[in-house]
């Protein structure tokens, strides 16, 4: 049978790798998914997921995840959750809810503590000394506050056919508290159909939840459009439309998992993603916007890795 997953960044690919050895082993999507990104919320170095995620403005670390079942519609999400370890698994567990499967804020945290969930402090040290750098740039340069909005989405496909989708993000870099962006959001930071396929989105959430383009992916691989082809046509128009009625777009990235474990990604910005199935062993590539609204899709060099994990672990001045 076909399997596979797909996610956002190269943060995501020990999470693909874990979540295909899943699958492989006859494992189900839901727990492919929730291995997935918890993987990317454990890991401290991964500035914009979990543990490790950078805070609001007023050093408050919040985080937003959701998760969706494609063969029941079923969706559980939070946003603005503080000290919970994992947002993801208590989405996962709100999708279960038929009322009430969203929750922010106090409810939030309050919900995963009376269903069991690790209460910790998500905030390490070094997320707050970038906050305090950032904070000194501000104030000494008159910087743009805003840095970073990375969100983990990510798509399983298991072998009895069944698809999920899944997100999670500390969101923007010096957000205003409250305030939330596409990745809970269905239709917008994801959303997936077991008998057509899934989609994630990452990037600039107050321009992605001006197109709702994953909803919009997914109804056009229905349509017959292969993934690549949604991918490209819903990113790349939706750019267009929305430079010349809004003014500008921001950055915005879009990965695809069809039923039949084909993939796509689309992207205005430089992006780089996971994914692996039942023939191609778990990878890292990179894409660029192409020419004619199209893609250019190439897997990653070495040097780019060493200089990444250089990057993401140098010291904090």
């Known amino acids: 049978m076909t399997w596979g997953a797909i996610a956002t960044w190269r943060m995501a690919h020990d999470g693909v790798t874990e979540a295909l050895r899943l699958l492989e082993n006859q494992g189900t999507a839901g727990d492919a998914v929730e291995t997935l990104i918890k993987t990317v919320e454990d890991y401290p170095y991964y500035k914009s997921v979990g543990y490790g995620g950078l805070p609001n403005a007023e050093g408050i670390l919040e985080m937003d995840a959701a998760y969706m079942d494609g063969d029941t519609f079923k969706i559980g999400a939070v946003a603005g959750i503080t000290d919970v370890k994992n947002p993801i698994a208590v989405a996962r567990k709100l999708s279960d809810e038929k009322f009430n499967s969203f929750r922010i804020g106090e409810g939030a945290v309050k919900y995963a503590m009376l269903n069991g969930f690790e209460r910790t402090n ?58 939330v962006g596409d990745s809970p959001l269905s239709g917008s930071g994801f959303y997936v159909d077991s008998e057509i396929g899934g989609a994630a989105a990452t990037g600039l959430g107050e321009d992605l939840m001006k197109g709702c383009l994953s909803y919009e992916i997914v109804r056009l691989m229905g349509e017959g459009l292969t993934p690549q082809a949604a991918c490209d046509q819903a990113v790349y128009q939706f750019h267009d439309k929305l430079t010349k009625r809004y003014g500008k777009a921001g950055a915005f990235s879009l990965i695809a998992l069809a039923k039949n474990g084909e993939w796509g990604v689309a992207t205005n910005v430089e992006f780089t993603f996971s994914v692996g199935n039942e023939t191609l062993s778990p990878q890292i590539f990179i894409a660029q916007p192409g020419k004619n609204q199209t893609t250019t899709i190439e897997p990653i060099t070495e040097d780019w890795l060493v200089a990444y994990e250089k990057r993401i672990k140098a010291p904090i001045d």
């Open 122 to 179: 998500m905030l390490t040290e070094r997320a707050y000394k970038i906050w305090e750098k950032r904070l000194r740039e501000i104030h000494e340069h008159q910087l743009n506050p805003y840095d970073g909005h990375d969100t983990v989405g990510a798509i399983t496909l298991d072998q009895t056919g069944s698809m999920t989708a899944g997100t999670s993000s500390s969101g923007l870099f010096m957000k205003k508290p409250g305030r």
